[in-house]
């Protein structure tokens, strides 16, 4: 960690604009986490076409401060109604709700804004401690290991497979297909384009993405239309005592470490790391008796956790250029846009837009900490919009930022294919962000599988000559197996009971 070079991203980001587009990001992202069904993916990807023109560091933090205020927003909901705005707020409810039953809304809300940012702060100075280190490591790559380093992240779909390894396998293989439409990276000849011109760039990344997450999303909740009720809540006394701070504070501590870890693991994710956090915090409190039924420890334990999965997931991501969730897919996607390629050569070539970057994420933190102690009960109020009005108002959203990408009708065509494409995905149960990756890494990994190739005189040999290529393609392969033996693993323990 540079010293220095943090301060000077201080400097950067500490000035009037960067402050107001990063609390712009942490506003909307909050009220994208709050609402039951739009998520912090959905935000990045709709938000997204108002980077362009920004400098790249006020666009790639007002971007992180809607992912960082979408996990800490879903808290809101999962305390007044008991109902979570995101996954990774589904143990908020369990004593959240509870503590809102017996008139303490305003207390669980302050302590789960108050965990909230201790979490995301401490993963955040993990991050500024560990990315740099395993960039200079990774500077040593050439083509060979990035092939094995694209590999590997694809690999990562094995992961985010859910219910089924087949449909991730399948939607990979279909993002990968879509990545190959345009101009040949190597000899410059069309590939798929069906002789359109428009399709030469291949397909544009930002219809692709509001298309998939949000266009989806929006006709899955027409189709499951719920209204939300809060117009009897009451929101009073927003900060906890000294003494119940301080009885939290081991457990905050705890699940401040065990998030950033969990979100530094691909395809783990803020909302395991909320589960594993709360099972901690039981098992290590004082009164577990109390979990369950209005105990702060059961706010504070899954809060410090999700927000801590968020600077844990930037781990990879900058270091590596590898995202480990749907929502860092989406980042990667948006540094790319910048002309910026997260990795070993962001610490070489845009050191000072990384560095921006740490000082907007503790910025982000402070924003959803200042805004949710002092903002909650206005926000609440914003969160009684109809959804009769708020889902037209996104599908505008989509089309405008769809629309604007090139000032083409092309574009908005092809947000509503895959708009149709990511709902019929999502009603048969087919994870959509191994599209997104595939779109993101199938480029990276054909270039330099064709470069290597080409150093190698056409030899596969070198991919298993290269010390850290060969380790990678094996992490890899163990990547692929593992979700495959512990499904055997489940299965046999299964049929033996």
């Known amino acids: 960690m540079d010293l220095g070079l943090l301060l000077n991203g201080f400097v950067e980001i500490l000035v009037p604009y960067n402050i107001m587009i990063t609390f712009f990001g942490v506003l909307m992202g909050m009220l994208f986490g709050a609402l039951p069904g739009i998520n912090a993916s959905m935000g990045v990807a709709l938000l997204l076409p108002l980077t362009y023109g920004m400098?790249?560091?006020?666009?790639?933090?007002?971007?992180?401060?809607?992912?960082?205020?979408?996990i800490y927003g879903g808290s809101i909901t999962a305390i007044l109604i008991n109902t979570p705005g995101t996954t990774a707020a589904a143990c908020t409810t369990f004593d959240g709700h509870k503590l809102a039953q017996q008139g303490k809304a305003g207390k669980a809300l302050g302590m789960a804004t108050i965990s909230s940012y201790i979490g995301g702060t401490f993963s955040v100075i993990v991050l500024i401690?560990?990315?740099?280190?395993?960039?200079?490591?990774?500077?040593?790559?050439?083509?060979?290991?990035y092939f094995a380093l694209a590999v590997f992240g694809l690999s990562i779909i094995t992961s985010l497979a859910g219910d089924s390894f087949i449909?991730?396998?399948?939607?990979?293989?279909?993002?990968?297909?879509?990545?190959?439409?345009?101009?040949?990276?190597?000899?410059?000849?069309?590939?798929?384009?069906f002789d359109q011109i428009a399709l030469l760039d291949g397909f544009s990344f930002i219809p692709v993405l509001i298309g998939l997450f949000a266009v989806s999303q929006v006709l899955i909740n027409v189709e499951t239309s719920r209204s939300l009720s809060m117009k009897d809540t009451k929101i009073q006394g927003m900060l906890p005592s000294l003494s119940e701070m301080k009885s939290v504070g081991p457990t905050i501590a705890r699940s401040s470490v065990i998030g950033t870890l969990v979100g530094i693991l691909p395809g783990a994710g803020a909302t395991i790391a909320s589960f594993i956090c709360y099972n901690e915090g039981k098992r290590w409190s004082k009164h577990p008796e109390e979990f369950g039924n209005g105990s702060l420890e059961g706010v504070a334990a899954p809060e410090a956790g999700n927000n801590a999965a968020t600077g844990g997931a930037m781990v990879p991501l900058l270091s590596l250029g590898i995202p480990g969730s749907e929502t860092t897919a989406i980042l990667l996607g948006a540094f790319m846009i910048q002309g910026i390629s997260p990795g070993p050569l962001l610490f070489r070539d845009n050191i000072h837009v990384a560095y921006g970057i740490f000082a907007g994420l503790l910025l982000a933190n402070l924003a959803f900490l200042i805004i949710g102690l002092f903002g909650v009960k206005l926000f609440v109020k914003i969160l009684q919009i109809p959804e009769r009005l708020l889902m037209p108002l996104i599908v505008s959203m989509a089309f405008v930022g769809s629309f604007a990408v090139k000032n083409s009708l092309f574009n908005v065509g092809i947000m509503m294919a895959f708009g149709l494409i990511g709902y019929f995905m999502r009603k048969l149960k087919f994870p959509i962000t191994p599209v997104v990756l595939a779109l993101v890494l199938g480029p990276m990994a054909e270039a330099s599988l064709r470069r290597a190739l080409i150093l190698s005189g056409g030899s596969w040999m070198i991919f298993v000559q290269r010390p850290i290529t060969f380790v990678l393609l094996i992490i890899t392969v163990i990547s692929v197996m593992f979700p495959i033996i512990r499904e055997k693993m489940t299965g046999k323990k299964a049929n033996s009971i």
């Open 55 to 70: 400098t790249p560091i006020a666009g790639l933090t007002m971007l992180l401060g809607i992912y960082c205020g979408a």
């Open 129 to 145: 401690v560990l990315a740099p280190v395993l960039a200079k490591v990774a500077l040593k790559f050439g083509p060979p290991e």
């Open 167 to 193: 449909k991730a396998i399948m939607s990979g293989v279909f993002g990968l297909m879509v990545a190959t439409v345009g101009m040949d990276m190597m000899n410059g000849t069309p590939r798929y384009t």
